[in-house]
């Protein structure tokens, strides 16, 4: 996140790790101007971020990659960095990452 100078549309969650949200806290206030919380954490990213920056659950990666589109505007960048696992949606992360190109291309 700290290597952007446009804000952030930031698609959070999957399976969680025990995940500390406590370290990224910081660089989510200054860099992300929304997140997007999926998977089966999409609760617990909603609850810790809700009163930091603006937070939308989604149903889906297709359905996160939308809103991300429709929040975005010119200069925005929107940021698959789930910082969970993703075995509760895909396969792994390499299938994950694929579908996430596949949705955007197909945008």
Not at 14 to 30: A, C, F, S
Not at 39 to 53: C, H, L, M, Y
Request: charged content about 30%.
């Amino acid at each position: 996140m700290q290597g952007f100078e446009s804000p952030i549309i930031l698609i959070l969650g999957g399976k969680d790790k025990g995940n500390d949200y406590n370290e990224i806290k910081e660089l989510v206030k200054k860099n992300v101007k929304h997140i997007i919380a999926i998977g089966e954490s999409k609760d617990k990213v909603v609850n810790f971020f809700k009163n930091i920056v603006k937070v939308t659950k989604a149903d889906s990666l297709d359905d996160a990659i939308y809103k991300a589109a429709g929040d975005a505007t010119k200069g925005d960048n929107v940021l698959l960095s789930p910082a969970c696992a993703s075995f509760d949606m895909f396969d792994n992360y390499e299938h994950r990452g694929r579908e996430f190109k596949r949705i955007v291309k197909a945008m």
